[in-house]
């Protein structure tokens, strides 16, 4: 009688630490909304930014992509003692992405970088593995940065008398493409706010890209969308087309280092060249 009752005080006593073997969750951490964990894991840590760029891997090389993210490391708990291989954990991100109606972008032995278009936003993932059973989440949910410093016409005018060239940020194109999108008008009407208000004024509209792609896509790329915005002075604003004149620099003249994301969007950039 001693004796069960002393194991059934030691079972009693043994609950509470296997309970405080459960690692929790890093503070503020939580589980982005499209996807569960895997049974068993906790978040060793995580970051979430409002406007960021990430470089995912793709069939052609990688991809920079801009909008909301969210990263988060998760490990397994040390009570798990089945832990999961790679290629299940693998095969079950993959089942998740399909059931969503999402696309593989490229494959490794050990990573995964799937596209989800979900309720009108388009959703970037990549997924990284590790033999220790811990993985690693990249979530873009792309989309352009909400402008909060304003072009302005008076900046613009300053430092053309000054330095000869003024940097226009809050022009807008898709990855690759030299289409101006809608958010990029407020840059523009600025630009022709400056023209209008010196009408001798000319300028040359340069175009700028990171080192990204080959040398010769960047060049073609810079050149179209230094078009794409003269053309929009013209065609929406009325300056005259002779006051105007494109060139696409391409990757030669960064004004950060293209190691990072954050400098690779610096360099991505139109300039105005006083004539």
């Given at each position: 009688?001693k004796?069960?009752?002393?194991?059934a005080?030691?079972?009693?006593?043994?609950?509470?630490c296997?309970a405080?073997a459960?690692?929790?969750?890093?503070?503020?951490?939580t589980d982005?909304?499209?996807?569960t964990?895997?049974?068993?894991?906790w978040?060793?840590?995580?970051?979430?930014?409002?406007f960021?760029a990430?470089?995912?891997p793709?069939a052609?090389?990688?991809?920079?992509?801009?909008g909301?993210t969210?990263?988060?490391?998760?490990?397994?708990?040390a009570t798990n003692?089945?832990?999961?291989s790679e290629?299940?954990?693998?095969?079950n991100?993959?089942?998740a992405v399909a059931?969503l109606g999402?696309?593989?972008?490229?494959?490794s032995?050990?990573?995964?970088?799937?596209?989800?278009?979900?309720?009108g936003?388009?959703?970037?993932?990549e997924?990284?593995?590790?033999f220790?059973g811990k993985?690693?989440?990249?979530?873009?949910?792309?989309?352009?940065m909400?402008?909060?410093?304003?072009?302005?016409?008076?900046?613009?005018?300053?430092?053309?008398?000054?330095?000869g060239?003024?940097?226009?940020?809050?022009?807008y194109?898709?990855?690759?493409?030299?289409?101006?999108?809608?958010?990029?008008?407020?840059?523009?009407?600025?630009?022709?706010?400056?023209?209008?208000a010196?009408?001798?004024l000319?300028?040359?509209?340069?175009?700028?890209?990171?080192n990204?792609?080959?040398?010769?896509?960047?060049?073609?790329?810079?050149q179209?969308r230094a078009?794409?915005?003269?053309q929009?002075?013209?065609?929406?604003?009325?300056?005259?087309?002779?006051?105007?004149?494109?060139?696409?620099?391409?990757?030669?003249s960064p004004?950060?280092?293209?190691?990072?994301?954050?400098g690779r969007?610096?360099?991505?950039r139109?300039?105005?060249v006083?004539?």
């Open positions: 009688m004796k069960a009752l002393l194991l005080l030691l079972a009693l006593a043994l609950v509470p296997a405080a459960q690692q929790k969750d890093a503070g503020g951490c982005h909304p499209l996807f964990r895997m049974p068993g894991y978040i060793h840590h995580c970051s979430a930014k409002q960021d990430k470089t995912m793709v052609d090389g990688t991809a920079s992509i801009e909301r969210w990263e988060g490391t998760y490990y397994p708990q003692k089945d832990k999961p290629i299940q954990i693998l095969r991100f993959e089942n059931k999402g696309t593989i972008l490229a494959t032995k050990s990573r995964r970088t799937f596209k989800i278009a979900k309720d936003q388009e959703f970037w993932v997924l990284r593995t590790g220790t993985y690693d989440l990249t979530i873009v949910e792309k989309a352009a909400s402008q909060d410093v304003v072009a302005n016409a008076e900046v613009f005018s300053n430092d053309l008398t000054s330095t060239h003024a940097a226009v940020y809050g022009i194109f898709d990855t690759g493409k030299s289409d101006l999108k809608p958010e990029s008008a407020q840059a523009i009407g600025e630009i022709a706010k400056l023209l209008a010196d009408a001798k000319k300028v040359y509209v340069v175009g700028h890209t990171d990204v792609g080959t040398l010769e896509s960047n060049m073609r790329l810079s179209e078009e794409a915005v003269a929009a002075l013209v065609k929406t604003h009325g300056i005259a087309a002779a006051r105007l004149k494109s060139f696409g620099a391409g990757p030669y004004v950060a280092s293209n190691d990072t994301d954050a969007a610096k360099n991505r139109v300039e105005l006083k004539q």
